[in-house]
């Protein structure tokens, strides 16, 4: 296996390279990441002792009699993470629960206990809190985070006070919540109590520390979430997906998404902002994953011609739409004269997976950004791209309605292994497909083609994108290993999987190479 920091460098080269590009954009509209006070959090939590597992994790939480999580605003896994906690603290059964938010402020307790006792209705509570006008972020998921301490803790209390713009009084703030904190301890001695307040307040010597010295004797613990720095590290481990990490004796940290989501999420709700509009711009995003994904692979955008290199890659880049109703979308693919078959696959995506890449039209639609399924979007769309995608438009108007029926199901594993090996390389943390009884063999394969043969569309596809996501699982495990280079993953972006028997010949030296690394690899582990 490779070495921890081959493997960290591996595992986050595309991520770092996006991340870059989001940042660069965040700097431009908001320059408080030079303050002082963020700053001091950023440099705070640098290392780790050692990776926690679930159970580890339940039992450290579980241990605290007052818990600080950080949240990250912008970021909904932020706030169902914290509902997650109270939900799995509040089962254990042997003390109340009670939980408080930055995101009210205090002054609003009375409308806030209104609503927790069931007087007012959410549209009320959203409107009075003034949550749109002072906070500006999701309403939904804080809300799913209220209706779960509602359903699941004694009490509900804002602990934010005036001006949240000024960050020369973010200091005065820590102090009044800290101080609120304690006010509630009083009120509810048993219980363990849950604060959730933004991340930069969680550095030592900011909310962490005024709790001390207002609660002395209490045992504190601070909830990080997705610390960057802390993120970085653990790409090192050799765990596909490390869940949390102990920082110190107080202090943890769980990972529930990249930092790359994090920023996005951020940047799309400044350009929100700036254009006062409700829909954010989705194109800026797609376009940054798919020049990260375009660096890792090596592929040069202005090549003049298609055979190591796509063809003026910088020519095909897709269209991007989002915020319209369903209505809309069906207008615009009708006027494009596109399948309805077609048109029902994709408005199936944008339901399960908020995004969908139509290659028919060389679009994206996205309704709600999630980054592992737009990260797999955009795989698609490069390995559509590398394969001479306008004259495929033109010649077909579909992925596959010029190949052989043969053909068929080699054409859509090896799609469906490289879309989520650049899931994998655009997001990490992307969890692995399940083995299951599945063995990967080529004579495992051709019996799995000639089953699907007679199949309905959908046995079909669930065979295709089971062995596709194996592959490009076992891929990106060579990948990591330095068995695989980009340099070889290029090339399978490039093959031009509709030549009749390409694609059965391409899906049979795949997994021969893969279970050559295999051997290999279980040799060197007995050696």
Wanted: aromatic share 8%.
């Amino acid at each position: 296996m490779a070495s921890t920091a081959n493997l960290r460098l591996r595992r986050s080269a595309a991520e770092l390279h996006a991340l870059a590009g989001v940042e660069r954009e965040i700097r431009l509209q908001d320059s408080h990441g030079r303050r002082k006070y963020l700053r001091e959090f950023n440099q705070a939590y640098r290392d780790y002792q050692c990776v926690l597992d679930a159970e580890q994790l339940r039992k450290t939480v579980a241990d605290a009699e007052i818990v600080l999580i950080g949240d990250y605003h912008a970021l909904p896994a932020s706030q169902r993470q914290a509902a997650s906690l109270i939900e799995q603290r509040a089962l254990a059964g042997d003390r109340p629960v009670v939980l408080g938010v930055e995101t009210i402020f205090a002054r609003d307790q009375h409308i806030l206990d209104e609503w927790w006792r069931r007087e007012i209705e959410e549209s009320e509570l959203r409107q009075r809190i003034r949550f749109d006008l002072d906070w500006g972020y999701d309403w939904a998921p804080f809300y799913e985070l209220l209706v779960t301490a509602r359903e699941n803790a004694d009490a509900l209390y804002g602990l934010d006070c005036m001006p949240r713009e000024d960050l020369r009084k973010i200091g005065a703030r820590d102090r009044h919540a800290a101080i609120k904190i304690s006010e509630i301890r009083e009120r509810h001695p048993e219980a363990a109590i849950f604060v959730l307040f933004g991340e930069s307040h969680l550095a030592p010597a900011h909310l962490p520390s005024l709790v001390r010295e207002q609660l002395p004797s209490a045992k504190i613990r601070t909830v990080l979430q997705n610390n960057d720095a802390l993120y970085w590290r653990a790409a090192g481990e050799k765990a596909d997906r490390v869940e949390a990490v102990r920082v110190n004796d107080d202090v943890i940290c769980v990972f529930n998404a990249t930092p790359l989501e994090k920023y996005e999420s951020y940047r799309l709700f400044l350009d929100q902002w700036s254009r006062c509009e409700d829909a954010p711009d989705f194109a800026p995003t797609i376009y940054n994953l798919i020049d990260s994904l375009v660096s890792f692979l090596g592929i040069n955008r202005y090549s003049p011609h298609n055979s190591t290199q796509p063809k003026f890659l910088v020519d095909m880049l897709p269209e991007v739409y989002g915020g319209s109703s369903e209505a809309t979308l069906k207008r615009l693919l009708s006027r494009k004269r596109i399948a309805e078959q077609d048109l029902v696959s994709m408005l199936d995506c944008l339901e399960r997976r908020g995004s969908a890449y139509l290659p028919a039209v060389n679009a994206f639609w996205v309704r709600d950004f999630q980054m592992v399924h737009a990260a797999e979007d955009v795989t698609r769309f490069l390995h559509q791209a590398c394969q001479g995608l306008p004259a495929r438009i033109v010649r077909t108007g579909s992925s596959s309605s010029d190949a052989r029926d043969a053909d068929r199901f080699y054409i859509r594993v090896m799609e469906h292994a490289v879309a989520y090996f650049g899931s994998r390389v655009l997001y990490p943390s992307r969890p692995a497909p399940e083995s299951g009884a599945l063995q990967l063999s080529r004579a495992a394969c051709e019996k799995a083609a000639l089953r699907t043969a007679e199949a309905s569309a959908s046995e079909f596809d669930a065979s295709a994108q089971e062995w596709g996501y194996r592959i490009g699982a076992q891929v990106y495990e060579g990948y990591l290993a330095g068995k695989i280079t980009p340099a070889n993953v290029r090339r399978l972006f490039l093959a031009h999987l509709h030549e009749p028997g390409l694609a059965r010949k391409l899906c049979a030296a795949v997994i021969s190479k893969l279970r050559s690394i295999s051997g290999s690899t279980g040799r060197a582990a007995h050696a």
